[in-house]
């Protein structure tokens, strides 16, 4: 792929997670999770944008709401667990879709908050419609989604490189 490829960008916080007495990492989806994640899942594939690869933090919520989204899907992506997903800071988050294989178009973050909101925010150098808006006024909620495209490599991704394109989240 060139770099004038157009390219894609979702971020999906995991769906609402219960407090059981577990260590963080390990807290599963709470009911209201479990039901929002599939209809995160729907939306997407609403859509039509499929990713190429999901890069998933392997806490157990994410893993959780990854499997409930995934199978809404009219095909489920590569997905690999990316340790560094857990606990990012945005650094991080950029450093990680930096290293993104150049023949990846779509790629979708499977991960946690505040990681996901400041990344949406930094991307996002231009707005589509009242996306920014939304998402400013929901906060990037549990199972919320923002799409952002942009032109070039992987490895050209830094603050406001995107266009943020769609935000979602339930109740919204």
Known sequence: ???????????????????????????????????????????????RIMPDLTLCSPAVRTRETWKLVAHELPQRPKTVYEERLYEASLGELIAVINETPEEVADLMLVGHNPGMHALADALAGTVEGDALTRMARSGFPTSAIAVLTFTGSWKSVEHGVGRLVEFWAPRS
């Not at 979702?10 to 059981?20: G, M, N, Q, S």
């Not at 039901?35 to 939306?43: L, T």
């Open 1 to 47: 792929m060139s770099d004038a490829t157009p390219r894609r960008i979702i971020l999906l916080r995991h769906a609402k997670a219960d407090w059981p007495d577990v260590p963080d990492r390990d807290r599963p989806l709470a009911e209201r999770g479990r039901k929002e994640a599939p209809a995160a899942g729907v939306w997407l594939a609403g859509t």
